[in-house]
């Protein structure tokens, strides 16, 4: 269910990042980790993460699956720790940057609560995707389709 969820989340965001790139580099600017030099490479990354990661979430295949979940939960560290830093250091942001310049919303306590949610979301889609320990991917998914 986590992956059902994340996944078209992820994509969302991700469309509408792309959907103005100077405006999302100038939200991720004001998190003043290195200016332009690395916003821009870091939105890069950023939107390549969640496009790879909500379709992976979405994939039929299992190891689509494997990488759309750990890529979504390497997503979800990275923008937990840009707003927990900015938070702590007292950083004032009228654009979290999460869709880019749409659905803007300021930094605030209640959007490190939403990053812990896409944490906790991606930890379970990234769970959900790996086979049960010491069995092979290919017992796992076969089990996964039998018949109880």
């Given amino acids: 269910m986590a992956a059902w969820i994340l996944g078209p989340l992820l994509l969302v965001m991700a469309a509408t990042q792309a959907s103005d790139p100077a405006g999302f580099v100038d939200a991720l600017v004001a998190y003043e980790v290195g200016g332009r030099a690395v916003a821009w490479p870091l939105a890069v990354l950023l939107v390549a993460g969640e496009l790879v990661g909500g379709l992976g979430l979405l ?57 812990a949610e896409l944490l906790l979301l991606a930890f379970a889609a990234r769970r959900r995707a790996r086979p049960p320990s010491g069995e092979p991917a290919d017992t796992a998914i076969s089990r996964s389709f039998s018949a109880p």
Wanted: charged share 15%; glycine share 12%.
């Fill in 59 to 115: 994939s039929r295949s299992i190891e689509g699956r494997r990488l759309g979940g750990a890529v979504a939960l390497a997503v979800a560290v990275l923008w937990s720790a840009l707003g927990v830093v900015a938070f702590a250091r007292g950083l004032v942001l009228e654009n979290c940057g999460c869709f880019g310049v749409h659905l803007a919303q300021p930094l605030r306590w209640w959007v490190l609560l939403q990053d």
